[in-house]
């Protein structure tokens, strides 16, 4: 799902430039850059020619003939500390979405501080985000605020250890066999209470720094983001 930078509709997935990201203090925190094909438990592998970042993507295909469903997980053996996140961001291709929207489930996308599914969790379901999405690539920017939490009261957040892709009754794609890929998977973050440090390009600042803008007309100004 992606849309013009100047959309600001926060009940919906939005998508946050680095524009947005400076104004509002936050920073990526890498989650996967989807470079290895190594830990995902359902045979994936690596696409070097169609990726959005980095040097691959992690790609599935899935005949329905032969099986009906894409789940795949990994855990990550480091966990990552996303204390703050406002957003789950990655890039998601799917060949036919309709494969999908007809399907009796759909997709989800879980998070967890569990190392599995279902506890301590966060889920992204497609019946949320499915209408956004289109063939081909979609940047998708999820809010952690509309998550379904598990019932233990989801994810530690400063120890994020897993990630799965859940599809089941995918329906025959158009051309046979139907492609999912993802890429580029981070959390964007907080920093503090939003004022006290603010991204600049690529370094920090806070706004005691004599080269920061202080002028209230000045849209960059931290004071006045």
Request: charged fraction near 25%; aromatic fraction near 8%.
């Given at each position: 799902?992606?849309?013009?930078?100047?959309?600001?509709?926060?009940?919906?997935?939005?998508?946050?430039?680095?524009?947005?990201l400076?104004?509002?203090?936050?920073?990526?925190?890498?989650?996967?850059?989807?470079?290895?094909?190594?830990?995902?438990?359902?045979?994936?592998?690596?696409?070097t020619a169609?990726?959005?970042?980095?040097?691959?993507?992690?790609?599935?295909?899935?005949?329905?003939?032969?099986?009906?469903?894409?789940?795949?997980q990994?855990?990550?053996?480091?966990?990552?500390?996303?204390?703050?996140?406002?957003?789950?961001?990655?890039?998601?291709?799917?060949?036919?979405?309709?494969?999908?929207d007809?399907?009796?489930?759909g997709?989800e996308?879980?998070?967890?501080?569990?190392?599995?599914?279902?506890q301590?969790?966060?889920?992204?379901?497609?019946?949320?985000?499915?209408?956004?999405?289109?063939?081909?690539?979609?940047?998708?920017?999820?809010?952690?605020?509309?998550?379904?939490?598990?019932?233990?009261?989801?994810?530690?957040?400063?120890?994020?250890?897993?990630?799965?892709?859940?599809?089941?009754?995918?329906t025959?794609?158009?051309?046979?066999?139907?492609?999912?890929?993802?890429?580029?998977?981070?959390?964007?973050?907080?920093?503090?209470?939003?004022?006290?440090?603010?991204?600049?390009?690529?370094?920090?600042?806070?706004?005691?720094?004599?080269?920061?803008?202080?002028?209230?007309?000045?849209p960059?100004?931290?004071e006045?983001?």
């Amino acid at each position: 799902y992606d849309v013009t930078a100047d959309r600001e509709v926060l009940e919906e997935p939005i998508l946050l430039t680095s524009v947005h990201l400076a104004s509002v203090g936050v920073q990526k925190v890498l989650l996967d850059n989807c470079d290895s094909a190594d830990g995902w438990n359902m045979p994936a592998v690596l696409d070097t020619a169609d990726r959005q970042e980095g040097k691959a993507s992690v790609s599935w295909t899935i005949a329905p003939e032969e099986k009906d469903y894409l789940v795949s997980q990994k855990v990550y053996a480091t966990p990552v500390n996303g204390m703050g996140a406002v957003n789950l961001i990655l890039d998601l291709y799917i060949s036919d979405v309709q494969a999908v929207d007809r399907s009796r489930y759909g997709l989800e996308i879980e998070i967890s501080s569990s190392g599995h599914c279902d506890q301590k969790e966060y889920e992204f379901d497609w019946h949320v985000y499915g209408k956004y999405l289109h063939n081909g690539w979609n940047h998708l920017v999820l809010p952690i605020a509309t998550a379904r939490v598990s019932g233990d009261g989801g994810p530690d957040m400063k120890a994020i250890n897993y990630i799965r892709l859940h599809m089941l009754g995918l329906t025959e794609a158009s051309g046979g066999a139907l492609t999912v890929k993802i890429d580029n998977i981070y959390l964007a973050v907080l920093r503090g209470d939003g004022s006290k440090t603010w991204i600049w390009g690529d370094h920090e600042r806070t706004p005691e720094e004599p080269d920061v803008p202080q002028d209230p007309e000045d849209p960059q100004d931290p004071e006045n983001p």
